[in-house]
T-cell receptor, first 111, second 111 residues
Framework: QQQVKQSPQSLIVQKGGISIINCAYENTAFDYFPWYQQFPGKGPALLIAIRPDVSEKKEGRFTISFNKSAKQFSLHIMDSQPGDSATYFC??????????FGTGTSLTVIP | EAQVTQNPRYLITVTGKKLTVTCSQN?????MSWYRQDPGLGLRQIYYSMNVEVTDKGDVPEGYKVSRKEKRNFPLILESPSPNQTSLYFC??????????FGAGTRLSVL
């Protein structure tokens, strides 16, 4: 079964808008939650990551919000740009370098 | 240039014909992993390695083998490929702290 559930599957946002992608997990042993960005024909690239001891992490226009009690985390992309159009994956990891990925969200930012 | 190199990038083969996908990293990373990416399923970890001669099963190891005889190389072996192994494969390496760097991918078709 899917260890990390991601939604929505696809998202269309106007330039300058806020893109929000949500993920949920069940296993409380997970202690590292990264987001990856993937452009067509390329491998995923780490965008931003959070550990469960903080509720929010911000890097530029990208913010992770983390709700430990609800076992949910989300990616917010502020002031979305056409260059942000890509597929985004959330993931969860526990000790030992074992990773579980969400099913991906295809983001399209319309100029 | 720091990179993870996979070869070949594209491969078409027939059922049952043994194949190897190579992965090499030049960053002296201890951790390496193999993933497969399928539409609607996201990335799923096949095998991972925490050091030379140390490998462990990921989420979907059936039908795959790996070896880690040298730190820089982590080949993925399909002893008897089947059509359900048609997929996009990614190798990743990590210096620790769970930060992963992905290769460009290998698209495999098994006929």
């Amino acid at each position: 079964q899917q260890q990390v559930k991601q939604s929505p599957q696809s998202l269309i946002v106007q330039k300058g808008g806020i893109s929000i992608i949500n993920c949920a997990y069940e296993n409380t042993a997970f202690d590292y939650f990264p987001w990856y960005q993937q452009f067509p024909g390329k491998g995923p690239a780490l965008l931003i990551a959070i550990r469960p001891d903080v509720s929010e992490k911000k890097e530029g226009r990208f913010t992770i919000s983390f709700n430990k009690s609800a076992k949910q985390f989300s990616l917010h992309i502020m002031d979305s740009q056409p260059g942000d159009s890509a597929t985004y994956f959330c993931a969860a990891s526990r000790r030992g370098n074992q990773f579980y990925f969400g099913t991906g969200t295809s983001l399209t930012v319309i100029p | 240039e720091a990179q993870v190199t996979q070869n070949p990038r594209y491969l078409i083969t027939v059922t049952g014909k043994k194949l190897t996908v190579t992965c090499s990293q030049n960053m002296n990373h201890e951790y390496m992993s193999w993933y497969r990416q399928d539409p609607g399923l996201g990335l799923r970890q096949i095998y991972y390695s925490m050091n030379v001669e140390v490998t462990d099963k990921g989420d979907v190891p059936e039908g795959y083998k790996v070896s880690r005889k040298e730190k820089r190389n982590f080949p993925l072996i399909l002893e008897s490929p089947s059509p359900n192994q048609t997929s996009l494969y990614f190798c990743a390496s990590s210096p620790g702290q769970r930060i992963q760097y992905f290769g460009a991918g290998t698209r495999l078709s098994v006929l």
